[in-house]
């Protein structure tokens, strides 16, 4: 069975067809970030005007490189929630449009749902209970997975890490998305230049702090302006990582679960895959992270999610409405 998958809750547009929710055939993505870099973060209007250019044009070509015809396709699938209002609205409607037109059934994805999904694609079997980390420019979010539940276990209480890269290489005039600059920067720079505050690690619970951290490296920028960027950038990653791999693994190990699933455009950091591929192995808890290109905002993951909400009869009606929050309430753990 065949599922078009569309995602449009940010600011890549991808349009997205995969088969039996692992076989991928076709993962359109057309990014914004030309038009966002000059701002240094995403503009919503922007977002929704360049969402609406995009979508249309990347469903043809989608279906061109499956060779696929839209009487091939089961349903349509589509972002609902979590997002910018005006972006969702717009993958939406088109969804909505072609269920409509097509005459198919709509399936609404929740697209942290539909990031934790790709460790599917990975290797991890769907239903499997794991702790999952959710972590990008949007959300920095400790899932608990419980076969088909999701509960909410830790999230952010200010910025999202992703949303701390970004800010910091806005900071640095680097360019924009920050992550994969940093990123790049951190690999020949000294984590050891300096300590950067590890915000939360000590703490009894699994949320997250990166506001703070954020502002440490810019004081430190100040005080400190002829640091070179890499040493920088390997300082702050180091602190990020830290605190994300001892938070997940903690909730892992106290919970006793022995998978953990790391996802989100974060998850396509090499300094993060890396400790977190050393520290599981040393507590023997099995891994899995998607490769980059699915870890970043992608249509695949709503596709390959699909099969499995039409399997066990989660179909939306023509009235779904979109949702700016991510609809999971926070459980309290300790
Ligand atoms: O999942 P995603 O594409 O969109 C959201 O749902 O937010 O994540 C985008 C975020 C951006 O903040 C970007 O800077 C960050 O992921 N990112 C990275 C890397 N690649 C993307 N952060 C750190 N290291 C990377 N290699
Ligand atoms: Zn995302």
């Not at 300590?195 to 440490?216: E, H, V, W």
């Not at 390997?234 to 679960?257: H, P, R």
Request: charged share 15%.
């Amino acid at each position: 069975m065949r599922f078009l998958g569309i995602e449009s809750s940010c600011d890549d547009t991808s349009v997205a067809i995969v088969e039996d929710g692992h076989t991928i055939l076709a993962n359109v993505v057309t990014n914004q970030d030309d038009y966002h870099g000059r701002y240094g973060g995403v503009v919503p209007e922007i977002a929704a005007r360049k969402h609406l250019e995009h979508i249309l044009p990347a469903v043809q070509h989608c279906l061109d490189i499956s060779q696929c015809r839209i009487d091939d396709i089961t349903a349509i699938a589509v972002t609902y929630r979590p997002g910018l209002v005006g972006s969702l609205i717009i993958g939406l409607t088109a969804a909505k449009s072609l269920a409509f037109l097509y005459k198919k059934p709509l399936i609404g994805i929740n697209h942290l749902e539909a990031h934790v999904y790709t460790c599917c694609f990975a290797g991890m079997t769907y239903g499997t209970p794991h702790i999952a980390l959710v972590a990008s420019g949007g959300h920095t979010s400790i899932l608990q997975i419980n076969s088909h539940d999701i509960h909410l276990i830790g999230r952010t209480v200010d910025d999202a890490v992703g949303e701390a890269y970004d800010k910091i290489a806005k900071f640095m005039g680097l360019g924009y998305p920050g992550g994969p600059i940093l990123d790049r920067l951190a690999q020949t720079g000294d984590p050891a230049t300096t300590r950067f505050p590890r915000p939360m690690i000590d703490q009894d619970n699994y949320n997250f702090s990166f506001s703070g951290l954020k502002t440490a490296v810019m004081y430190f920028l100040h005080h400190y302006p002829d640091t070179p960027p890499p040493d920088i950038a390997a300082s702050f990653q180091d602190a990020v990582i830290d605190v994300l791999t001892t938070k997940t693994i903690q909730a892992a190990i106290s919970i006793g679960y022995k998978t953990i699933g790391v996802a989100g455009g974060v998850a396509s950091n090499s300094g993060l895959r890396k400790l977190f591929t050393k520290r599981c192995e040393e507590r023997q808890i099995q891994l899995f992270i998607p490769p980059p290109r699915l870890c970043t905002d992608n249509a695949a993951m709503v596709a390959g999610l699909a099969y499995h909400k039409w399997l066990s009869g989660c179909i939306s009606d023509l009235t779904l409405g979109v949702h700016a929050d991510f609809g999971l309430k926070m459980q309290s753990r300790l």
